[in-house]
DNA sequence: TGAAAGTGCCAACTTAGTTG
DNA sequence: CAACTAAGTTGGCACTTTCA
């Protein structure tokens, strides 16, 4: 069963004939397999592109169809020449996190995972470097004001543009693993034991990419809070957007739980309840006090 | 006709380079 | 060495396409 039988049963199942899938992604669904098979572009692609966003599709068509899908293999061609390699590295990692996550994901490809565990070791994440522009146009960067200002009592700390860039040992242009520049948690907060992360969308951008980018922002910041990956020495001395409570609650081992929260109007149609709680089932987020939720704008 | 995917453009953001 | 400018990239926006 390929993408167009697939979306025939989703639109049957879901009661929403609008329901489609990427053509730039082939579906394969047989014997309890789905097989998601991406281009060399959508592996160099941004994450929350639909052409890329396997974590979205993957639960999506799990938990919507969880009759013919038990397991999921990522499927890409590793030896063809890659576009952009930040981003192909971002895929990788990604990949790496999912089918660590979920025992019923697995890579499809001959790329041999093992060794991120050894890398690992040498990456470093950027921080800010001023503040946040607080005259910011954009109709996300006011929500965003918006939302930082109406939550400011219910957090020890809420703030915004937290930069998630991977870095080889130091943190410059020449060193870069992974994109950098724009990828940023809209916003993060603290509240005793429990680092907030949000995902903001305006009421129009409803793409099934948001699961990627927040499972990123998450695995990242999870990773740092258990020291396998590192802020760079100058780190310390950095007090811009309150980075330095942060920076001092995970030094300081006081940060136990991650919450990531899509905050939106709306999410895409086939980003069910169910969904979120296929999200949420995985022994490896229990076990490292991870949990995803949806806050309604 | 309406909803969602795809596309191309441009504002905004980071870093690097330059100047006083 | 701070302040400014330039360059390059990202991601949002608005538009187009597609399909029931």
């Known amino acids: 069963m390929k993408n167009p039988e697939i979306v025939c049963i989703l639109r049957q199942i879901s009661q929403n004939t609008n329901v489609k899938l990427p053509e730039s992604i082939d579906f394969e669904v047989s014997d309890g397999i789905l097989r998601i098979n991406l281009s060399d ?19 999506c068509l799990k938990a919507w169809l969880p009759d013919l899908i038990e397991k999921v293999l990522i499927c890409w061609n590793p030896t063809t020449h890659k576009s952009n390699l930040l981003h192909y590295e971002r895929f990788k990692y990604r990949i790496w996190k999912f089918i660590q996550t979920y025992d019923w994901a697995e890579n499809g490809s001959l790329f041999n995972m093992d060794y991120y ?26 929500l965003e004001r918006d939302y930082i200002a109406n939550q400011k009592g219910n957090y020890d700390i809420i703030d915004q543009q937290l930069p998630v860039g991977v870095f080889n040992n130091v943190v410059s242009k020449a060193s870069c693993v992974m994109p950098r520049g724009k990828s940023q948690i809209d916003i ?93 089932d995985s022994h490896i987020q229990k076990m490292e006090n991870i949990e995803y939720s949806y806050i309604v704008l």
């Open 41 to 59: 572009k959508g592996v160099c692609a941004n994450m929350q592109s639909n052409e890329s966003a396997f974590e979205g599709w993957a639960l």
């Open 117 to 142: 565990g050894e890398n690992l070791k040498n990456w470093v994440i950027n921080f800010p470097c001023d503040e946040a522009d607080k005259e910011a146009q954009g109709d996300e960067a006011i």
């Open 188 to 280: 993060w907060a603290l509240r005793c034991d429990t680092l907030h992360i949000f995902e903001l969308k305006k009421s129009n951008n409803i793409m099934v990419g948001i699961i990627s980018e927040l499972m990123y922002y998450v695995n990242i910041m999870n990773d740092i809070k258990n020291q396998r990956i590192k802020y760079p020495p100058n780190a310390k001395e950095c007090e811009y957007r309150n980075f330095d409570i942060l920076y001092n609650s995970l030094n300081s081992n006081k940060i136990h739980f991650i919450k990531g929260h899509f905050l939106a109007e709306r999410l895409h149609p086939l980003i069910s309840p169910a969904v979120i709680t296929l999200l949420n």
